[in-house]
């Protein structure tokens, strides 16, 4: 029997996330919003925005690269289609050496995901589970 192990360096995908929630979080302010921390309340988002009656739901997923590529869980899926209008997928890219972020908002027209600076970049869903399976 051949062992096989994923390796994830735990504490560098740390330091990304921990960037990426800095990067967004300062964003969102120079924007005007009011920002709370909902990352340890598993609400299927981890930032409230909130500016006047405007409530923003951000999700924050951070990447060391430049490439979009991100796993979104069912809660956070189940909550981004639930409340379309309020919910901001915010990717990260480069999120150590040079953020950048791309914010995906639902665009009601092309019933799609759209980047909200560029809206020929669409957000693609794959309703694929995935799982790990290994021998211990």
Request: glycine letters at 2%.
């Amino acid at each position: 029997v051949v062992k096989f192990q994923v390796k994830v360096d735990t504490e560098a995908r740390k330091k990304v996330e921990e960037a990426a929630i800095k990067h967004v979080t300062s964003e969102y302010k120079k924007r005007g919003y009011n920002i709370t921390s909902r990352e340890k309340d598993n609400l299927g988002w981890d930032l409230d925005a909130i500016n006047g009656n405007i409530h923003l739901k951000l999700e924050v997923k951070g990447l060391a690269s430049d490439t979009i590529s991100v796993h979104v869980t069912s809660n956070e899926y189940e909550k981004m289609m639930h409340d379309k209008k309020n919910y901001r997928l915010c990717v990260v890219i480069n999120a150590i050496k040079n953020p950048q972020m791309v914010v995906f908002i639902w665009d009601n027209f092309s019933k799609q995901w759209l980047s909200e600076d560029d809206s020929t970049i669409v957000l693609s869903i794959d309703m694929k589970p995935s799982y790990i399976a290994c021998v211990k």
